[in-house]
C-alpha cells in the first residue's frame, strides 16, 4: 500500500526525491567518466541524469540503490504514474495497455504462430500475454508487481512467474519480447542479454524503451524518477550487439522499438567504443532548463493538458 508521505515527497516540485542513491558505472560499457545531461524531471524535481562519454547510454546520478528502487516501486510507483490506488489496475491503463497489445502482436505476427512459446518479460496486467495466445501461442509472463500479476492471472489465465531466474534453465522461447521496461532496471543491458539467451535458434526478441532522442516535448519532459536509464537507436543497438543479437529486416522499426536475432555472423562479446561525441550530442539536446523560468513561461501547461486529456480518454475509451 502507497504511504500518503512517501506519494507526497515523490510529487513536490522543485524538491529532489527521497532516495541517497550510488555511484554506479555504465550498464553498456563500464565507464565512469559523464556529462551531465539533465537537472529535473518532467514533474521539475531535482534529479541528475548523465550520459555516458564511452558510449552515450543515459543513467540516472546516483543511482538509486537496489533497495531503494524495490521501495519505490512497492510503495509509489504505481499510484504516482499511473494513478493505480488499488488492487486492480485502472481502467485507462488497461485501455492504453490492450491498444499496445494489439500493435505489439501484429507487428510480431509472422512469428506468433500457433504453437509458438512466448515470454514476456515485465508482463503488467497481461494484456499481451492475452493478445498472443489468441493467436495459438503458449504464453509465460514475467511480472514482479504483485498486484498486477494477480491480475494477469486471474483475469487471463496466463503462467506468470515473478523473477526470470524462476523459469527452469532449459525452458527457451520462440518470442521474447520486453515492452517499456529495460529503463527501469539498473542492469538493463545486462537483463537484455539474458533474455536472448532464453532465445529458441530461430527465435526473436522484440525490444521497445522511450527514444530519449523524441522531438516535439520540452527536453526534461523526457525524464522521471521511474527511468534510470535513458536510450537512443544507437546505445539500444549497441546492447543488442552485446547480447549478440542483430536487428531482423523483416519487421517494420521505429528508432528504440525494434525487433532483433542472433546474429549470423561473430559478435564482440563488447561492443567498442563510441567516444564521447553521443554524449555531447545528448547533452546539447537535452540541456538542462531552469524550472523556476519554464514555470513562469506557462509552457507546462500543454503537456500536463495532453496528459491528463489522454488518461480521461483511456479511461471512458471502449474496449
Not at 9 to 34: D, I, K, S
Not at 268 to 275: T, Y
Request: charged share 25%.
Amino acid at each position: 500500500m502507497s504511504s500518503p508521505l512517501h506519494l507526497f515527497r515523490h510529487a513536490v516540485p522543485f524538491t529532489g526525491y527521497p532516495y541517497r542513491g550510488e555511484g554506479m558505472a555504465c550498464n553498456l560499457c563500464g565507464g565512469a567518466e559523464a556529462l551531465t545531461v539533465a537537472e529535473t524531471d518532467r514533474r521539475l524535481k531535482r534529479l541528475r541524469s548523465v550520459a555516458c562519454t564511452g558510449c552515450g547510454l543515459i543513467r540516472t546520478d546516483p543511482m538509486p540503490t537496489a533497495a531503494e528502487l524495490e521501495a519505490y516501486y512497492a510503495s509509489a510507483y504505481r499510484a504516482a504514474y499511473q494513478f493505480a490506488l488499488g488492487r486492480r489496475p485502472p481502467r485507462h491503463h488497461l485501455n492504453r495497455s490492450r491498444r499496445e497489445a494489439a500493435f505489439r502482436a501484429e507487428l510480431l505476427a509472422p512469428a506468433l504462430r500457433p504453437g509458438a512459446r512466448v515470454l514476456d518479460f515485465g508482463s503488467g496486467s497481461g494484456e499481451f500475454l492475452a493478445a498472443a495466445r489468441a493467436r495459438g501461442c503458449a504464453v509465460t509472463g514475467v511480472e514482479p508487481g504483485r498486484s498486477y500479476a494477480t491480475y494477469a492471472r486471474a483475469e487471463h489465465g496466463a503462467r506468470v512467474l515473478d523473477r526470470l531466474d524462476a523459469l527452469p534453465a532449459d525452458e527457451v522461447f520462440d518470442v521474447v519480447t520486453v515492452h517499456h521496461v529495460l529503463e527501469h532496471l539498473r542492469d538493463p543491458v545486462d537483463t537484455l542479454a539474458r533474455l536472448a539467451d532464453r532465445l529458441a535458434p530461430e527465435g526473436v526478441l522484440y525490444a521497445a524503451v522511450p527514444n530519449m532522442a523524441a522531438t516535439g516535448k520540452p527536453p526534461h519532459e523526457r525524464f522521471h524518477f521511474a527511468h534510470v536509464h535513458g536510450f537512443v537507436r544507437d546505445t539500444l543497438d549497441r546492447a543488442a550487439r552485446r547480447a549478440g543479437l542483430t536487428p531482423d529486416p523483416g519487421y517494420w522499426r521505429e528508432d528504440t522499438t525494434a525487433v532483433y536475432r542472433r546474429s549470423a555472423a561473430p559478435v564482440q562479446a563488447e561492443p567498442g567504443p563510441a567516444g564521447p561525441g553521443l554524449a555531447r550530442e545528448l547533452a546539447a539536446a537535452l540541456a538542462p532548463v531552469r524550472p523556476g523560468a519554464y514555470l513562469a513561461s506557462g509552457a507546462w501547461l500543454g503537456p500536463m493538458v495532453r496528459r491528463n486529456a489522454k488518461a480521461i480518454r483511456d479511461t471512458f475509451a471502449s474496449r
